[in-house]
T-cell receptor
Framework: EPEVTQTPSHQVTQMGQEVILRCVPI?????FYWYRQILGQKVEFLVS????????KSEIFDDQFSVERPDGSNFTLKIRSTKLEDSAMYFC?????????FGPGTRLLVL | SQQGEEDPQALSIQEGENATMNCSYK?????LQWYRQNSGRGLVHLIL?????REKHSGRLRVTLDTSKKSSSLLITASRAADTASYFC?????????????FGQGTILTVHP
């Protein structure tokens, strides 16, 4: 069965550093998403991406965040200058036929 | 406003018992989905119910949807210790927000052997 993959599974970084989280969506999907889940809280939508541009973003997704599809397979989330409160699990998802498939997540810890 | 709020927040039952979790939402939806998450792990899709459906079954899972009350329930029958996890409902409003999901707070289910 096709699956969404994410790398790395864990990332530890210092406050103020840039991080790039990577995702490989399912190959024939056209819609891509990033979500995050702060420990013990609900999953929150960050951004959706379609046709090589952002289609929707939440108020969480401020100027420190950016997304890119640099080639035909990868979908990345960049956090420019990490803050302590960015510590969370970040999930990538892709959608086809109305069903969302989630990756296993990247656990980001900002120290 | 909160979309997709589950109750109870936590549920503790014995193996073999049924577990019922409820979800309420505020805006109109295209579909509603239930996910499972083992502690600190990824999200596993359980079942999707469309706005024009009232009930759906998948193995030991039964989901109902009442769009007039903007609510859904997930029933797990004959629960097992391995069902211990957090369960989330997520709504898809459709339209220009295609595929974007709004998650609830989740129900933590503990099944005691």
């Amino acid at each position: 069965e096709p699956e969404v993959t994410q790398t790395p599974s864990h990332q530890v970084t210092q406050m103020g550093q840039e991080v790039i989280l990577r995702c490989v969506p399912i190959s024939n999907h056209l819609y891509f998403y990033w979500y995050r889940q702060i420990l013990g809280q609900k999953v929150e939508f960050l951004v959706s991406f379609y046709n090589n541009e952002i289609s929707e973003k939440s108020e969480i997704f401020d100027d420190q965040f950016s997304v890119e599809r640099p080639d035909g397979s990868n979908f990345t989330l960049k956090i420019r200058s990490t803050k302590l409160e960015d510590s969370a699990m970040y999930f990538c998802a892709s959608s086809g036929s109305g069903l969302d498939y989630f990756g296993p997540g990247t656990r980001l810890l900002v120290l | 406003s909160q979309q997709g709020e589950e109750d109870p927040q936590a549920l503790s039952i014995q193996e073999g018992e049924n577990a019922t979790m409820n979800c309420s939402y505020k805006t109109s939806i295209n579909n509603l989905q239930w996910y499972r998450q083992n502690s600190g792990r990824g999200l596993v899709h359980l079942i999707l119910i469309r706005s024009n459906e009232r009930e759906k079954h998948s193995g030991r899972l039964r989901v109902t949807l009442d769009t007039s009350k903007k609510s859904s329930s997930l029933l797990i029958t004959a629960s097992r210790a391995a069902d211990t996890a957090s369960y989330f409902c997520a709504t898809d409003a459709g339209g220009t927000s295609y595929g974007k999901l709004t998650f609830g707070q989740g129900t933590i289910l503990t099944v005691h052997p």
